[in-house]
Nanobody
Framework: QVQLVESGGGLVQAGGSLRLSCAAS????????MGWYRQAPGKQRELVTS???????NYADSVKGRFTISRDNAKNTVYLQMNSLKPEDTAVYYC???????????WGQGTQVTVSS
């Protein structure tokens, strides 16, 4: 029912910045949790951060102080601002929405982020 489309990925040098966007096909006002995950080559998918109507939560230790999640209800979009990027941040980044009642999960197609040394 809900389609999520990520954008904003690309190639950037270490120390640079990118802002990822996740646009939903319907209103995000009723979404319980919106999150960003990432998966690096040969590694498991991990939670980067998430946000609710009350604000951000669940920043991974590896990104604290560098990444910021936010939402714009009018644009049906959630963002991930990534600063001071490191080569270790290289991964495919996925948007995830969760509804509690009834329980439903939606995923975007992913966007590639590559950080060069």
């Amino acid at each position: 029912q809900v389609q999520l489309v990520e954008s904003g990925g690309g190639l950037v040098q270490a120390g640079g910045s990118l802002r990822l966007s996740c646009a939903a096909s319907r209103s995000i006002f009723g979404v319980n949790v919106m999150g960003w995950y990432r998966q690096a080559p040969g590694k498991q998918r991990e939670l980067v951060t998430s946000i609710t109507k009350d604000g951000p939560t669940n920043y991974a230790d590896s990104v604290k102080g560098r990444f910021t999640i936010s939402r714009d209800n009018a644009k049906n979009t959630v963002y991930l601002q990534m600063n001071s990027l490191k080569p270790e941040d290289t991964a495919v980044y996925y948007c995830n929405f969760v509804y509690y009642w009834p329980r439903r999960d939606y995923w975007g197609q992913g966007t590639q982020v590559t950080v060069s040394s």
